[in-house]
């Protein structure tokens, strides 16, 4: 068995780095791990919609066991407290923490897998390393968090989480590690990587709003205009993942919430949680998935690969608004090989275009969707922006058919 598992190693693709300039971002859209990706961030905020963070949920053993990992992460903060330092940001002993967490983690994560899966271990910690932050830089940003949805995607690839898992893999395992990435950012005065400031929609976290707003767009307690509300956050911190977030910030930033937050700010003007999350999800897409700079330290492998996906090939958008049953791990990450199962209840209702478009920053993504307007700071010299659900001949979620030869 250990030859065959090492035979197979071998037939694995290198774990590398792929977007080495800007004209290989057009690669990565046409790629399986982009279509992925974005699968399974739709298929888990269908799977999530109307669920509370600390409503009882299916926790399979492998999931547990994973959550277990955060523990001995722990005790490697408490192994290395932060140093004494004139400094305001990047507390050096940071640096000791994430040299034992890299000589720890795939003897940890080793243990956890079986020995059919013993092949997608390189891959896996690669993706789990990459997420706790950049040593040199002592600094932490998106794309850290999109090597750890890297990680959970490839656990559904790699069968090593059960479809049931859709639910938790994101209310408990993705939680815990952001309450961890939260930990190491207090605790060595992280620096954001690649913030735009106010401009930008958290300094370090995007895709818990993604998934936040799902969970509230059925039976949600309060209107999207209430979210900055000192009550609501207080209430609600902990059975929304949007919430929490909202309670972070407000806790690490002072002032207004309009004028550090403006683009969360914008979006209490937004009639429905619904409308947001597809908002989100174009924003992501643009200014996160299609930025160079967060792209190009972004390493692939068998389980997510830079294989280019069929022309025409369509990712599946969540289906918000209605409590629908979890969808299988397939139906999530490789929509287009599942049938659809037959609908049973109609669709919400198309989302129209918010305002007129209003670009806010730099953008190296050749898609050009239709964005607009929410709401600006009463302070704010500049509109804020997030990225419109639909109303664009432009499809985000399409790959185009390759031109004929000439």
């Excluded at 590398?16 to 790629?31: H, M, P, T």
Aim: charged residues 20%; hydrophobic residues 40%.
């Amino acid at each position: 068995m250990a030859d065959a598992n090492a035979y197979e190693a071998v037939l694995l693709p290198a774990i590398a780095k792929r977007v080495q300039n800007i004209g290989d971002l057009a690669l990565w859209q046409r790629s399986r791990a982009y279509h992925d990706l974005i699968g399974y961030i739709n298929g888990t905020s269908s799977a999530i919609q109307g669920i509370k963070s600390t409503d009882a949920m299916y926790e399979s053993d492998m999931l547990r066991k994973l959550l277990r990992i955060f523990e001995q992460l722990e005790k490697l903060v408490e192994k290395y407290p932060p140093l004494d330092q004139p400094q305001r940001f990047g507390n050096k002993a940071y640096r000791d923490w994430a040299r034992d967490m890299r000589e720890q983690l795939p003897e940890l994560l080793g243990q956890l897998l079986p020995p059919s899966k013993q092949k997608y271990l390189n891959e896996l910690q690669q993706y789990l390393t990459e997420a706790f932050g950049n040593a040199t830089r002592i600094d932490y940003g998106t794309g850290h968090e999109l090597s750890f949805m890297f990680f959970l995607c490839a656990l559904f690839k790699a069968e090593i989480l059960d479809e049931q898992d859709i639910v938790s893999a994101a209310l408990r395992l993705f939680s815990r590690y952001l309450e961890f990435a939260r930990q190491l950012q207090r605790t060595y005065n992280m620096e954001p990587a690649g913030s735009q400031g106010v401009w930008s929609l958290d300094d370090f976290q995007f895709v818990p709003f993604i998934w936040g707003s799902a969970q509230l767009s059925v039976r949600s307690p309060f209107d999207p205009a209430k979210f900055v509300e000192e009550q609501i956050i207080s209430d609600y911190k902990d059975q929304y993942m949007f919430i929490s977030c909202i309670d972070y910030i407000c806790k690490v930033k002072t002032g207004h919430f309009g004028e550090h937050s403006n683009q969360l700010w914008s979006i209490t003007d937004v009639p429905s949680w619904v409308k947001i999350n597809m908002g989100l999800v174009k924003m992501y897409q643009k200014e996160i998935l299609s930025k160079f700079p967060v792209i190009q330290h972004v390493f692939f492998g068998e389980l997510m690969s830079f294989e280019t996906v069929t022309a025409g090939t369509t990712i599946t958008s969540a289906r918000l608004g209605h409590v629908a049953a979890p969808p299988s791990k397939r139906k999530c990450i490789v929509p287009t090989l599942v049938p659809q199962a037959p609908q049973t209840q109609a669709p919400p209702p198309p989302i129209d275009a918010l305002a007129n478009d209003q670009n806010a920053g730099d953008s190296s993504s050749e898609s050009s969707d239709s964005s607009v307007v929410l709401r600006p700071s009463a302070s704010a010299s500049s509109a804020s922006l997030v990225a419109a659900a639909e109303g664009s001949g432009d499809n985000l979620n399409e790959i185009p058919k390759e031109p004929a030869a000439e």
